[in-house]
Nanobody
Framework: QVYLVESGGGLVQAGESLKLSCAAS????????MGWFRQAPGKEREFVAATSWDGGSTDYADSVKGRFTTSTARARNTVYLEMNKIQPEDAAVYYCAALWGVENYKHAPEYDYWGQGTQVTVSS
């Protein structure tokens, strides 16, 4: 059984930073792309960032490029999303997900496994 467990969400003020973690277990993830998505109330789930398991390849949504960084700690089977200069529009539930391979990594329905999500709330 594969488990992805996000943590690190919370309430922050605009301009502050937050680091989300995603602990992965249940299989080896060497051939997986690890994605971060977010969903705000009344909106569709949207792509935020993705990384290869070895961390050698990353990509970001334009809205977070230059502010967010995703990375992996393979020894800990953990993926991170470091969020800097957080803005009110970043408020959402953030999900970690795993996709076998790399195709269509920006598309949520392609992903094989999902975490339960962690809430990020931003006060301005």
């Amino acid at each position: 059984q594969v488990y992805l467990v996000e943590s690190g969400g919370g309430l922050v003020q605009a301009g502050e930073s937050l680091k989300l973690s995603c602990a992965a277990s249940g299989r080896t993830f060497n051939h997986y792309t690890m994605g971060w998505f977010r969903q705000a109330p009344g909106k569709e789930r949207e792509f935020v960032a993705a990384t290869s398991w070895d961390g050698g390849s990353t990509d970001y949504a334009d809205s977070v490029k230059g502010r967010f960084t995703t990375s992996t700690a393979r020894a800990r089977n953990t993926v991170y999303l470091e969020m800097n200069k957080i803005q009110p529009e970043d408020a959402a539930v953030y999900y970690c997900a795993a996709l076998w391979g790399v195709e269509n990594y920006k598309h949520a329905p392609e992903y094989d496994y999902w975490g339960q999500g962690t809430q990020v709330t931003v006060s301005s």
